[in-house]
């Protein structure tokens, strides 16, 4: 095995990009996904909400023996779906292959930045 | 599936909420909990201390298809429980269909910031 | 089933205690135990080392239906066991009941802290 | 059971080493393995990228009843291999013994230090 096909971001949440005394890096979150497989992975992103109907089966390819990561303010991937900063939402990425997920968000909302990075929940 | 009926989260501590340099963000705890079924979860919240009884079944809906998150100070999920700034205790969330359980910690005690994140433990 | 008999803790490492510009926080390591049973968990604690034969067998309870912490600086656990600081070592923590295991770490090395917090992993 | 045989590391990005107002900590990736068994644990470790094919079968031991890490600029390790700093990647690490492997950063890109810890994924 190389992952499992169902994982869950529980505490998506856009951090702003620019403020802060930060030179190098740009505030932001992002989805990494790792597959080892010899096949490419179909992935279909679901994005839930605390107040309306998820956005389900956005779709996004990771090639084979491939580590492929997007940012949630990229619209090439979620293209009409703007996620705002500051707005609470969770994903759930599925893939028809074996995938292995981790989601990492960095706020220089302050004059340092924070990080913070989890493994997504996989059953 | 879409996640666990129980989760614990085990390290629950209230940091102060206006101390330091921070001006867009206020100290807090944030217990979020993603139901991706067509219905309505019913969670049960107990509270576990380093020295006294628990308190048990507080109760808390999260609706289909929806991310639902609280703070640890609020009143309206905690009633007549003050979780204290400061004071160590334990989560233990229970629901009757599949849901997925993180926990985030924001200190602002000093001039900036220090994320914590977690997913819950389920078994 | 609340948690698991055995619980790993790779990256145990003290940072330094009084350091930096915290005033209100001491710079520690805290592992964090959950026993939501009904009777008192007896656990013992094994310290591996990058460099010579692990200690095993270190003995600590947990009431029935409690969170208990140790700082890894604590000598009323870890008696004759002397964790320095700024030495890499690792836990298993074995319990007789189920429980759930969390580590946390305050860094206050420089200005302003950081914080790491781990699940322990379980098998 | 002392862990798993098989462990993913999704998010390897190497920090700046001497940036920053740090004095008393290098910026640094390091990774983690606990072998807890009674025999040598003999290691493999792979590294995927954005936009190579993989690298593959790279030897680390680690000796009976110890903690061992590395960190990822060691080319002692990684011999003909520069993970070049700001690259993403991810590991694949195999063993033929149970191992529980844990993953940290240190970024000192800025004036404080941000930390990052994950366990790894296993399966």
Same mark, same amino acid.
């Given at each position: 095995?190389?992952?499992? !096909?169902?994982w869950y971001i529980v505490d998506g949440y856009?951090?702003?990009?620019? !403020?802060?005394?930060? +030179? @190098?890096?740009?505030?932001? =979150?992002?989805?990494?996904?790792?597959?080892?497989?010899? =096949? =490419?992975?179909?992935? +279909?992103i679901d994005v839930y909400f605390p107040d309306q109907e998820p956005v389900k089966g956005i779709?996004? #390819?990771?090639?084979?023996?491939?580590?492929?990561?997007?940012?949630?303010? $990229?619209?090439?991937?979620? !293209?009409?779906l703007?996620l @705002?900063?500051?707005r609470q939402y969770s994903l759930n990425i599925r893939? $028809?292959? @074996?995938?292995?997920? #981790?989601?990492?968000?960095?706020?220089?909302? #302050?004059?340092?930045?924070?990080?913070?990075?989890?493994?997504?929940?996989? @059953?």
């Amino acid at each position: 095995m190389n992952g499992k !096909k169902s994982w869950y971001i529980v505490d998506g949440y856009r951090p702003p990009e620019n !403020k802060g005394g930060a +030179e @190098d890096y740009v505030g932001h =979150e992002c989805i990494m996904i790792l597959n080892c497989n010899d =096949e =490419e992975a179909h992935v +279909e992103i679901d994005v839930y909400f605390p107040d309306q109907e998820p956005v389900k089966g956005i779709p996004y #390819q990771v090639p084979a023996r491939r580590i492929r990561a997007f940012r949630t303010n $990229d619209r090439n991937v979620f !293209k009409d779906l703007e996620l @705002d900063v500051g707005r609470q939402y969770s994903l759930n990425i599925r893939s $028809d292959v @074996d995938v292995v997920v #981790q989601y990492g968000r960095l706020d220089i909302n #302050q004059d340092n930045m924070a990080y913070m990075a989890t493994l997504g929940y996989s @059953d």
